[in-house]
């Protein structure tokens, strides 16, 4: 099983500040992971898919990079909107796995 | 409009049973695999299970392999899951998701997601 490790756990920033999010894989995933933002209450959006692509509607302010067992989030200026937790996912094998996830607040 | 409504949920024994559903709307459905994703309580999210647009590949994750089943009815447009000899570790909030991609293959990502139904697994 591929083992996705998030870091860190918490983010604490204030709106307009830049965010930075890991991903760190066991082992080599390709290009092969997404990101989710999940609100409370709510179910997990898709933001970015194979690595850097963003999903439909999400704005250019969100951008993903890396590949192979290294990957990151980044949330250019955070808009009040985007305290959240994002966690991210590989699909390269069997069974997928999610990271434990990265909660943003706000500081 | 893409919709997801996952129902079936509930209060239930430990090693008892639970089907869960979810009718889906505003797509082709047989065209994309769908999947199960679970949540329990103030945890992370956890892949369940996935099936092919045309139930022929199926997968599961380890912890319900043996125990739960996914299927399809295309002419319906519904997923399943039955779940059987249910563990008080199932307790969880059940999402089904839809693959983003098309095709045979059952790997995510999910571009859309149900409400979700809350399984409670206790005595």
């Known amino acids: 099983e591929i083992v996705l490790t998030q870091s860190p756990a918490t983010l604490s920033l204030s709106p307009g500040e830049r965010a930075t999010l890991s991903c760190r894989a066991s082992?080599?995933?390709?290009?092969?992971l997404a990101w989710y933002q999940q609100k409370p209450g709510q179910a997990p959006r898709l933001l970015i898919y194979?690595?850097?692509n963003r999903a439909t509607g999400i704005p250019a302010r969100f951008s993903g990079s890396g590949s192979g067992t290294d990957f990151t989030l980044t949330i250019s200026s955070l808009e009040p909107e985007d305290f959240a937790v994002y966690s991210c996912?590989?699909?390269?094998?069997?069974?997928?796995?999610f990271g434990g996830g990265t909660k943003v607040e706000i500081k | 409009e893409v919709q997801l409504v996952d129902s079936g949920g509930g209060l239930v024994q430990p090693g008892r049973s639970l089907r869960l559903s979810c009718a889906a709307s505003?797509?082709?459905?047989?065209?994309?695999?769908m999947h199960w994703v679970r949540q329990a309580p103030g945890k992370g999210l956890e892949w369940v299970s996935g099936?092919?647009?045309?139930?022929?590949?199926?997968g599961y994750a380890d912890s319900v392999k043996g125990r739960f089943t996914i299927s399809r009815d295309n002419a319906r447009n519904s997923l399943y899951l039955q779940m059987n000899s249910l563990k008080t570790e199932d307790t969880a909030l059940y999402y089904c998701?839809?693959?983003?991609?098309?095709?045979?293959?059952?790997?995510?990502?999910?571009?859309?997601w149900g409400q979700g139904t809350l399984v409670t697994v206790s005595s």
């Open positions: 099936i092919s647009w045309n139930s022929g590949t199926i």
């Open positions: 194979d690595a850097s």
């Open positions: 996912q590989q699909r390269t094998n069997w069974p997928l796995t």
């Open positions: 082992q080599s995933i390709s290009s092969y």
């Open positions: 998701a839809k693959d983003y991609y098309s095709g045979s293959g059952i790997y995510g990502p999910f571009d859309y």
């Open positions: 505003g797509f082709t459905f047989d065209d994309y695999a």
